[in-house]
């Protein structure tokens, strides 16, 4: 018995889907979400050239992407300019320490940097202990990786262009939720969240690849 | 250890508010628990992650310090290498509560609080609390209702209430509106986490009266 938000899910998708994503920026220009590119994200790329061969050219170029990205989140979270340089500092160094953790088949470059700065927020500026779940285990062959990479990849350059595309108000409540300007009950009760349509779009394929590779149903 | 009799799931918001970092401890708990065991909001979570990698790919940039990558590098030449996860042997409570308990329920400090019942209070930060209730088969929590939002989930044995029956891997959200009696099944003895921001009201005398010393 799943708690169903009540966002009008079905109108917004269609809004999104009938939308083009033409002023999504991307090296690979995306004109339509059906177009999918058949590579991964050059930021997923350049994760996994550290992770394989320790690649410091990579590394550079994850640095100079998402480092002033990661301080911009940490000062609107709260931080102080100092706290947020010194935070951003050890968190791409924990992008290099644990890119041998790195599972492209699980999530892409921007999302996996996401939940290191998150988790630097938490435990190193708010001083607070954030309990994860028990790890589960990815037995799978490089090719099936590698597929599942691509769709993971696919999937979460859809997610960007939804919110891209999303009407100012609800892109910035939900700017507003992850950096850390909304409380939990807020959040819970705030029906602004287009909750639903962002579900959605990640449903249509993420829930499919990860249940198949985990062998269950 | 992935259980898919699983029917009492995390709700959207209780998700997205642990991604963004929002949820205090005690109920942060509660979810990477029922994470552990449930592939279903195991995704979804993914999901709101992605959403947090697609707000931060879209942030625009701050401008750091001079030197601040070269600084990034003496960090990483200067830190030890970082371990591996930790492993857990097999148990009956998921990893992120045996990191609480020092492992599974035979580590538990029980201390009785009436009626068979018993709790032990984990050592939790934040404006919200997390316990671990022991109710004996067949007996019952007092009837009670919540004043914050209170978010149960079993580990062992199951309960019924006014709602449901709530088995392993359930979470149960109580709120002003839930007044419940959580009757533990009879076959066996039920444990569930269960995590508050404001303390039980409850209807009965006694319950009342123990309140302060049982700190429930």
């Not at chain 1, 999504?24 to 394989?52: G, Y």
């Not at chain 1, 939990?184 to 990860?210: M, Q, V």
Request: hydrophobic letters at 40%; aromatic letters at 6%; a negative charge.
């Amino acid at each position: 018995m799943r708690k169903e938000t009540t966002f009008d899910t079905a109108r917004a998708l269609d809004q999104l889907q009938a939308k083009n994503c033409g002023n999504f920026s991307s090296n690979r220009a995306m004109t339509k979400l059906e177009e999918q590119p058949r590579q991964l994200d050059e930021w997923t790329q350049c994760l996994i050239n550290v992770r394989d061969s320790q690649d410091q050219a990579a590394f550079v170029r994850l640095f100079n992407q998402f480092a002033p990205r990661v301080k911009a989140y940490l000062i609107k979270s709260g931080g102080s300019n100092a706290l947020a340089e010194d935070a951003t500092q050890e968190a791409m160094a924990t992008v290099w320490q644990k890119a041998h953790l790195f599972n492209p088949a699980r999530a892409g470059a921007s999302t996996w940097i996401f939940t290191i700065a998150r988790n630097k927020q938490i435990d190193g500026i708010r001083k607070q202990r954030r309990p994860e779940p028990e790890d589960v285990e990815w037995n799978t062959g490089d090719q099936e990786e590698a597929s599942a990479a691509l769709e993971i990849s696919q999937e979460e350059t859809a997610i960007r262009c939804a919110v891209s595309t999303l009407p100012d108000a609800q892109r910035k409540l939900i700017e507003r939720a992850f950096f850390n300007d909304m409380s939990h009950s807020e959040i819970a009760a705030e029906t602004g969240i287009p909750l639903g349509t962002i579900k959605s779009r990640i449903r249509l394929g993420l829930n499919k690849i990860r249940y198949g590779m985990t062998g269950l149903q | 250890m992935t259980d898919t009799t699983i029917k009492h799931h995390l709700t959207d918001a209780i998700m997205m508010a642990y991604s963004t970092g929002a949820l205090p401890e005690a109920y942060s708990l509660v979810v990477a628990c029922h994470v552990s065991l449930c592939s279903e909001c195991r995704c979804a979570l993914e999901g709101f992650d992605a959403l947090g990698g697609a707000v931060l790919e879209q942030t625009r940039k701050s401008e750091l310090s001079e030197g601040a990558l070269s600084a990034t590098l003496d960090l990483i030449a200067n830190t030890p290498a970082v371990e591996t996860p930790k492993k857990y042997a097999p148990s009956d409570f998921p990893a992120p509560l045996q990191e609480y308990v020092g492992g599974g329920s035979d580590r538990v400090q029980w201390r009785k609080i009436g009626g068979g019942v018993k709790q032990a209070i984990l050592p939790i930060e934040g404006e919200a609390n997390a316990r671990l209730l022991y109710i004996p088969a067949g007996m019952a929590v007092p009837d009670h209702s919540h004043n914050g939002l209170e978010m149960t989930m079993v580990l062992q044995g199951a309960f019924s209430d006014e709602v449901d029956r709530f088995a392993r891997g359930d979470v149960e959200f109580g709120d002003e509106d839930l007044s419940h009696t959580p009757v533990a099944d009879v076959g066996q003895d039920c444990i569930c986490l269960a995590a508050t921001d404001a303390p039980l009201k409850f209807k009965g005398l006694i319950p009342r009266m123990l309140q302060p010393f049982i700190n429930i």
